[in-house]
């Protein structure tokens, strides 16, 4: 709620600065962000038309929505609100106070928030360095732990890249910022070119973005499996949604139940579990996920961490993003969440005595069979 009300403020006042009584807007006299936006806005007109659909249809592709990126997307003015308060939607209200709602609008419309996720998802190699949060700060724990978590599931798993998503990183330079705006518009390099230069100049221009390093260009952390154009599977990272942990207290266990959340996708890739197209699919993927994900947490040969510590924060951690309860991808309940971890903990702990790990395949049959009564928590 609040988050809306500070962005409608910002416009109003963005609109009131830059048109005059009964006149027409003569931006660039009243201010350079007006003009920016401006200008962003006509070099979008001018682009080979059908770019928006080919937008929506290339993230679709990619698999950019999530529970993470339905908050970008109401922050930015793209989609839809989140009328329920939640700590994620009072730390993104936090990250935005006091930005101009226009400028943060108009980049939100030409895919600048996605960008990084673009340039990530693409253009990532073996290279690319591997330091994890914004100062590098989750660096050795997520290493470690995806070192850890490589070794626990019994899947093909050397070739996944694990990249961290960066949000200033594609602003580096104009031709890089260009490569992936001309993948998400479906346009050559050149076309993209006036509008990588227009996002550029905004973001120097806005200081709450902070070049890319405002949370909400890296607000995600995705599973990518291989597909058509793409070599390898990738798991992504992103710093924006670790500070954010950070920020609601949960820093030291989120960020790693997060990577583990996330690779429990890739299990589900290279086992062949079928993801349909509707909400109860798609629940059920989620919760295995975050089954998958607190077994290995919890697990003596996993990352051995104490249970009640680990579904505490899980708690957490569920209840401060629950939004969107009935679109597909949404995660499941925070109580059906909970249900589902504390049933992984329960069988991680079955085995302590011995430390066997069970087969993922046999793990997600044991999960099918819960998975009535975990959907019936409240
Ligand atoms: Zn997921």
């Known amino acids: 709620m609040r988050r809306r009300v500070l962005l409608k403020a910002a416009v109003v006042a963005a609109a009131a600065a830059t048109v005059p009584l009964g006149g027409r807007a003569v931006a660039s006299a009243a201010s350079p962000t007006a003009a920016a936006v401006a200008a962003l806005r006509a070099d979008l007109a001018r682009l080979p038309a059908g770019w928006q659909s080919r937008l929506a249809a290339r993230l679709k592709a990619m698999g950019w929505t999530s529970p993470w990126s339905r908050y970008v997307s109401a922050a930015t003015g793209q989609a839809g609100t989140c009328s329920q308060p939640t700590g994620i939607g009072d730390y993104i209200d936090s990250t935005l106070k006091g930005a101009d709602g226009e400028v943060v609008n108009a980049i939100g419309m030409a895919g600048g928030f996605v960008l990084p996720f673009v340039d990530v998802i693409e253009f990532a190699t073996d290279a690319t360095p591997r330091t994890f949060g914004v100062n590098g700060e989750y660096t050795t724990t997520l290493t470690h732990a995806f070192r850890d978590v490589k070794r626990f599931w019994d899947i093909a798993s050397d070739d996944i890249l694990f990249v961290p ?133 919890v697990h003596a040969r996993g990352q051995a961490l104490n249970t009640k510590r680990t579904l505490d924060t899980a708690r957490s951690f569920y209840e401060v993003g629950d939004c969107y309860t009935e679109e597909f991808g949404h995660h499941g309940t925070p109580a059906q969440r909970m249900a589902a971890s504390r049933w992984a903990a329960d069988v991680a702990n079955e085995a302590r005595p011995q430390g066997a790990i069970q087969p993922s395949r046999s793990f997600v049959a044991r999960f099918d069979a819960a998975l009535p009564g975990i959907l019936a928590a409240t």
């Not at 230069?197 to 599973?223: K, M, Q, Y």
């Not at 996330?262 to 295995?288: K, N, P, T, W, Y």
């Open 165 to 297: 998503m960066h949000g200033a990183d594609v602003f580096g330079d104009e031709r890089r910022t260009a490569r992936s705006l001309a993948l998400l518009y479906g346009v050559s390099e050149s076309e993209a070119l006036p509008i990588a230069r227009d996002l550029r100049t905004l973001l120097a221009l806005e200081p709450r973005l902070d070049g890319g390093r405002n949370p909400l260009f890296s607000f995600n952390a995705v599973a990518v499996p291989t597909y058509p154009g793409s070599d390898r599977p990738k798991l992504i990272m992103g710093d924006g949604i670790m500070q954010a942990m950070t920020w609601l207290g949960l820093g030291d266990i989120a960020p790693r139940s997060i990577m583990a959340h996330e690779f429990g996708h890739h299990v589900q890739f290279e086992d062949g579990i079928e993801f349909g197209g509707d909400v109860a699919s798609g629940r059920r993927a989620e919760l295995m996920a975050d089954a998958l994900g607190t077994y290995f947490l």
